[in-house]
């Protein structure tokens, strides 16, 4: 059982450059999110998809795309890069929204320079 | 992957004691917790979590601590062993609105 896989682990991007994000689960999880983790900051929500079919603008979604492919697929797009999308970003998902465990995939570094 | 974290406080602790992370969460109408482990280069892994109905839950090793009158939750490992040192972040969750995340702690365990 892999949970919660996500491509690629590393990228390095240069300004303005576009590249995507590929998140899947195989817990047949409802909800899926996007997150960013800076230094010494919590996790902050991108996007998220309470169900198949819907996306919705979290916290921080300035300069990101999502795309809900289908209710394992959940992928992050930059359309062009910027030097502060420098971060780890971290697909997850939970059974459904409010009051559910959300569990992560392990993260994928991207550098914007 | 170069390990997130770099400025959080550091709890440093002797192999074999107890430690003890605290949280301050910031709604009082949160009524879902959990602990998460993150260790360098990971993502976050569950540890524990525990509802506002209750005040304490324990797990294998682990003890979670809610004290809702002062917002404040608390992670409780015994025995703690090297392969304890991570960062350990608190999440919050009114249900229906999205979780909030804390910064985190570093556990250190020193030989």
């Known amino acids: 059982n892999a949970g919660v896989t996500q491509t690629p682990k590393f990228q390095v991007l240069k300004t303005g450059q576009s590249m995507t994000l590929q998140c899947a689960q195989d817990m047949n999880h409802n909800s899926m999110y996007w997150y960013r983790q800076d230094p010494g900051m919590g996790l902050r929500l991108i996007y998220y998809?309470?169900?198949?079919?819907?996306?919705d603008k979290g916290e921080v979604p300035n300069g990101y795309n999502v795309s809900r492919l289908n209710k394992r697929e959940f992928s992050l797009r930059l359309e062009s890069a910027a030097p502060s999308q420098t971060s780890v970003y971290f697909c997850?998902?939970?059974?459904?929204?409010?009051?559910?465990?959300?569990?992560f995939g392990e993260g994928s570094w991207l550098t914007v320079v | 992957g170069e390990s997130v974290g770099l400025h959080l406080p550091t709890l440093s602790v002797q192999e074999g004691d107890n430690s003890i992370i605290n949280c301050a969460y910031s709604?009082?109408?949160?009524?879902?917790f959990i602990w998460y482990k993150q260790e360098s280069g990971k993502g976050p892994q569950f540890i524990i979590d525990?509802?506002?109905?209750?005040d304490k839950r324990q797990g294998q090793r682990v003890t979670v601590l809610l004290n809702k009158t002062v917002k404040h939750l608390s992670l409780q490992i015994a025995a703690t062993q090297p392969g304890d040192s991570a960062v350990y972040f608190c999440?919050?969750?009114?249900?229906?609105?999205?979780?909030?995340f804390g910064p985190g702690t570093r556990l250190s365990v020193l030989p």
């Open positions: 998809s309470a169900s198949e079919g819907t996306t």
């Open positions: 997850a998902s939970s059974e459904g929204t409010g009051g559910y465990t959300i569990y």
């Open positions: 525990i509802r506002s109905n209750m």
């Open positions: 709604n009082s109408a949160s009524d879902y």
């Open positions: 999440a919050e969750n009114n249900y229906g609105q999205n979780f909030v």
